[in-house]
């Protein structure tokens, strides 16, 4: 599948890699507008020479020519990584597996940080793109603070039930049941949930 | 198979009444519409919407129509083919939130035969599920009021049914495997449907859109994503599925921030009601006039009115004895005015349902004249109380 220019309806035909911050940019130009923003890549030249002439066009060293060619795509739905980024989507499960190197950082950008499934799994799990061994149970927190946060917790289940608020005891029982399955994480910013089930 | 036994005879969805988030029962229904739950799911082993041939489209929505025609939701659930159905209809299903604007208009080269499906369950509507949307699955599940726990036990359960008779597509590092990476992990969203016109009256509202963007939550109009916050509805909904639990975010949501923005709603209601009642009245009473009289009335404009008139009804600025009377000779009076009736008013002015009443299609300037017609029609003629 070719590609359209960034900034025409042509079909790009130079792709352009850097990564700054961590952060990877790419440019698909056609020749005419790749030529008017002084980015040129012969595929054949040498790579020092091809460096050279960023240098001396002031574009930040780190980049690389990829050739249309050469860009990995999804041995299972053929999607190349350019073609998840004009769109926005993958193609298939293993898109995930087969990114997962550029899909990373792109991911935990968006997801504010996180890198790694908490919650709900499953009963019966249909494993796809993760080669990664089982993700441990979240055991981010000391377990002292997980016991505390327990304590605390069924003590509000008490106090919901003996003033007869009922889905508050459903709810904070359901919490509990997260945490002692280890599906909820335990962290300090978020106390047992106290409202309406301290004392009157 | 019980395919038949749950599916009407008419492929056309019937709606004569309101859908459950214009309920107006339960919590905090002055300012919370609705509570929302949705998950992202994906069959393990087929191609997403965007590398999907039909053929492969075609063998999802078989798949889950099976399996969903058969799992036991304690509902009864109606299954309808988009793919053959009317675009009015169509449009009745979006304006009712039942189904996305791209799953109406369907994918690909021939958008109009892309095999996909909505199964809803009848007559609550307070189960939804997408079949080939941007996902193979995505499971709604909605209740009236702010009952977030609700439906996330809902929503939860059905997934539970699903996944008995299906293998989803999840990593155990990633979560559940979507199409868009940004839903990757729990492939949750929760939120609320909440009236502000207080917020919006007092400008307080962009402080809220602020703190909400701090929170890593979306703040979206009332037809989700692009789409402006018309009749002062806003949508309030977690933005992140990577890292944290289902338990986490409904924690987040319910216990702390929802109750929050709620309470800040009405202490700006109490404000205006205070320091600017003549105005507020003004307001109220003006758009009470302008759907009792006008004579043409676009979308936006019903919208916005009836905003003000439900924000006179539940602040008691308009009780139903002021409004109540007038019933045209022969006639019997109509219920009283209420948030409820408001509630479903507000879906009824929408292109659609309009032309769903008028029973026939329309153009918008006819739409226009039949939504005036419409709203003086229902809000003359009301009675005293219940």
């Not at chain 1, 790694?116 to 993760?130: C, F, N, Q, Y």
């Not at chain 2, 069959?43 to 058969?70: H, N, P, S, W, Y």
């Not at chain 2, 919006?200 to 979206?220: C, F, P």
């Amino acid at each position: 599948m070719s590609m359209k220019c960034d900034h025409c309806d042509r079909d790009a035909t130079v792709h352009e890699v850097t990564m700054r911050n961590g952060v990877r940019i790419e440019k698909h130009l056609c020749d005419e507008c790749a030529a008017q923003r002084g980015v040129t890549a012969q595929p054949n030249a040498p790579i020092n020479e091809l460096l050279k002439q960023f240098m001396t066009q002031g574009i930040t060293p780190g980049i690389q020519v990829v050739p249309q060619s050469r860009q990995s795509a999804c041995p299972s739905c053929k999607l190349t990584f350019a073609e998840f980024k004009q769109a926005g989507l993958l193609g298939c499960p293993d898109c995930y597996r087969a990114f997962e190197g550029q899909l990373m950082p792109l991911l935990e950008r968006a997801q504010e940080g996180g890198q790694e499934h908490v919650g709900k799994r499953p009963r019966r799990m249909a494993i796809s793109g993760g080669q990664a061994p089982v993700a441990p149970a979240p055991a981010a927190a000391p377990a002292i603070d997980r016991d505390r946060m327990l304590a605390a917790m069924r003590k509000a289940l008490e106090t919901a039930v003996a003033q007869e608020k009922y889905e508050l005891a459903a709810k904070i029982r359901d919490q509990i049941r997260g945490v002692e399955e280890g599906r909820t994480p335990v962290t300090s910013a978020h106390p047992p949930p106290a409202k309406g089930a301290g004392p009157a | 198979m019980s395919d038949e036994a749950k599916q009407p005879g008419d492929s056309a969805p019937q709606f004569d009444r309101g859908a459950e988030w214009l309920r107006a029962e339960g919590e905090s229904t002055d300012v919370v519409f609705s509570s929302r739950v949705r998950l992202a799911r994906n069959l393990a082993g087929m191609r997403f919407a965007i590398k999907a041939t039909r053929g492969d489209r075609q063998q999802t929505l078989d798949a889950c129509r099976e399996v969903i025609l058969r799992a036991d939701f304690g509902a009864r659930v109606m299954w309808a083919d988009l793919h053959s159905m009317a675009p009015l209809d169509r449009s009745l299903l979006v304006e009712r939130h039942l189904i996305s604007k791209p799953h109406s208009k369907g994918r690909g080269t021939n958008p109009a035969e892309d095999p996909r499906a909505v199964a809803i369950s009848v007559p609550d509507e307070r189960l939804a599920i997408m079949v080939n949307e941007e996902d193979h699955l995505r499971i709604q599940c909605v209740r009236s009021g702010l009952a977030l726990s609700q439906a996330w036990r809902d929503a939860d359960m059905v997934d539970d049914q699903v996944e008995a008779g299906l293998d989803y597509a999840f990593s155990p590092r990633l979560g559940y495997l979507t199409a868009c990476p940004t839903n990757v992990g729990t492939g949750l969203r929760m939120g609320v449907m909440l009236h502000l016109p207080g917020l919006r009256l007092t400008g307080e509202i962009e402080k809220v859109k602020r703190a909400a963007d701090g929170m890593s939550l979306v703040v979206r109009g009332f037809y989700g994503e692009g789409s402006e916050a018309v009749g002062d509805l806003f949508q309030i909904s977690n933005q992140t599925t990577l890292g944290r639990s289902e338990a986490e975010v409904l924690r987040m949501l319910e216990l702390e921030i929802i109750p929050k923005v709620v309470e800040y709603e009405r202490v700006s209601r109490r404000e205006l009601l205070a320091k600017r009642r003549i105005g507020l009245e003004d307001q109220v009473w003006r758009a009470w006039g302008e759907v009792t009289n006008a004579r043409l009335l676009t979308t936006d404009e019903a919208m916005r009115a009836l905003s003000l008139v439900r924000l006179g009804v539940v602040t008691g600025l308009i009780r139903p004895a002021d409004v109540a009377g007038q019933v045209e000779e022969g006639g019997a009076p109509k219920k009283a005015l209420d948030a409820q009736m408001v509630n479903s008013l507000l879906l009824f002015v929408q292109p659609a349902h309009l032309q769903r009443v008028v029973g026939r299609d329309i153009n918008q300037e006819q739409r226009r004249i039949a939504r005036a017609a419409f709203l003086r029609e229902r809000l003359t003629g009301l009675a005293l109380d219940r």
